[in-house]
Every structure is written in structure tokens, then in C-alpha cells.
């Protein structure tokens, strides 16, 4: 469940030139106090302002404002029942091998225009090896299209450039035998034949993301890890295996499982 943060607006696509001090004045200069702003390295910031219509005025006259060369996106803040379970379940889009550090701030445009940045993360940003890029959204819709957005841009395009999304499906835990197969035969089956790979979480995996307050008795996770097409064949075949069981068990148990879901949010 997603509820708006009160007296909070998120503030999307902030030119990475601009400081705390330039934002604060933008804000003032079209009618909006900040009490105090976070300004994330990301691209993105979160304010908090006296009251509602301080964040309606904000979103009134600074989204799709064009400052500095970046249209910002601006809408009210939002918050998921617990950060653990955010962090958790929101789509992710991960950029390995991204050799070139002067295209930093191009792939930090492109990747706030796609949608709701909750999250991005650098690691080993070496001239040799690149780096690992981690961007987090609020939604899977803004992951997928984030990873067409970069891989069709032509200057951020190179041999080394590699983008994967991190997806999970949430189902039904007495499902999770049918989905993995006998001595895992499924999951081997979906891994060679889309190229993603695949790992089932349940309540009882002690390496699982999902142990950190997602998975239950009655639902468990299928994480999926690929390029997008691997990633969207990857994810129709579990659904399939979900949705044959379901059938098969039609009309015959009334507490049968529910369908599965792609956990962008919860």
C-alpha cells in the first residue's frame, strides 16, 4: 500500500548543477517555503513544506518546469508501509559495466525521466571495469522503460554497456514446488531457455530479499534477473506454470491459490 507523505513533495530530474541553496530559492521565488529540503545525489529531492497547499503550489507551478536545461517532475512524496519492504519490492534497473564517468550526468537525466527515482546506487566506478549502476523506481512500467531509454540512446550506447532489470512475481507458496520442478527442473528449464536468471524465495530462505518482511506462509517470491526480453520471457513462463496449476485446480478446491502479481509495489 502507497500513501502520500503529508506536508512532503518529491522532486524529480533536479539539474545536478543545482545546490540546496539554488532549489530553496527556485521554490521561494514561485510562492514555496521549504522547511527543509534533502537533496539526493541521484538527481532527485524531497521537501518539506508548512502545509497542502504549499505542496500544491509546488506541484502547480514547478512541474514540467524546465530549470537548467532538465523539466522537473514534481508530485506529492509517497511512502510504502516500511522502507525494508520498499527497498524490498521496487522494481530495479541494473547498468554493469558502464565504463565512461563524463556520461554520468546523461545517464542521470535519462533515468529521471523515465519515472519516480527512489533509489540509485554506484559501485567500483573504475576506468577499466565501469561500474555497477542500481536504480530503484516506484514502479515496474518506469524500470522497463527507463532500460529501452538507455539502450536506445546513442550516446550512452557502448560494447561494455550492459542492462538488466530485477523483477519479482509474487505467488503462492504451495505453488512454489510446481513452479521450481522436480530437482529444480523448471527453473533450469525457464534459466536456459530465456537467459534470465531465476531464484525462488520463500519465508524459509535465509538469503532471501523477501525475508525482510515480504514473503509469508501463503506467498513466496519468483525473483527474476535479465535483459528486458529475457526478463518478459522469463516472467511469462512462471505465470504460466502459476496459471495452469490454478486451472487444474478449478472447480475443485474453493481455497485454491491467487494469480500471481509483478511486486512493484506493496
Known amino acids: 500500500m502507497l500513501h502520500a507523505e503529508p506536508n512532503k513533495v518529491y522532486i524529480g530530474n533536479v539539474p545536478p548543477q543545482m545546490t540546496e541553496e539554488s532549489l530553496r530559492g527556485l521554490l521561494e521565488d514561485n510562492g514555496v517555503t521549504a522547511t527543509s529540503i534533502q537533496l539526493k545525489r541521484g538527481g ?156 525462488v524465495f520463500t519465508q524459509q530462505s535465509s538469503d532471501s530479499p523477501a525475508t525482510q518482511g515480504g514473503a509469508t506462509a501463503d506467498r513466496s517470491y519468483v525473483s527474476i534477473f535479465g535483459h528486458f526480453l529475457a526478463n518478459q520471457s522469463a516472467q511469462r513462463r512462471v505465470q504460466s506454470i502459476v496459471q495452469q496449476a490454478i486451472r487444474s485446480a478449478a472447480g475443485g478446491d474453493a481455497r485454491r491459490p491467487r494469480p500471481p502479481s509483478v511486486t512493484s509495489t506493496n
Request: charged content about 25%; glycine content about 6%; some cysteine.
Open 44 to 199: 532527485y529531492a524531497f521537501v518539506h513544506v508548512s502545509d497542502q497547499n504549499q505542496v500544491d503550489t509546488a506541484i502547480e507551478k514547478l512541474n514540467n518546469c524546465c530549470v537548467l536545461g532538465n523539466i522537473l517532475r514534481v508530485e506529492p512524496s509517497i511512502f510504502s508501509k516500511t522502507r525494508k519492504e520498499m527497498d524490498r519490492s521496487s522494481p530495479q534497473l541494473v547498468i554493469s559495466n558502464f565504463t565512461s564517468s563524463e556520461k554520468w550526468p546523461e545517464l542521470e537525466r535519462v533515468l529521471n525521466e523515465c519515472g519516480s527515482v527512489l533509489n540509485i546506487e554506484k559501485e567500483s566506478f573504475d576506468s577499466e571495469n565501469g561500474a555497477v549502476i542500481t536504480v530503484t523506481y516506484l514502479s515496474s512500467e518506469e524500470a522497463k522503460e527507463a532500460l529501452k531509454a538507455v539502450s536506445s540512446n546513442d550516446s550512452l550506447s557502448s560494447p561494455n554497456g550492459d542492462g538488466r532489470l530485477l523483477v519479482e512475481i509474487a505467488v503462492p507458496t504451495t505453488l512454489v514446488g510446481r513452479i521450481i520442478g522436480k530437482a529444480g527442473k523448471n527453473v533450469r528449464e525457464i534459466q536456459r531457455t530465456t537467459g534470465a536468471q531465476v531464484k
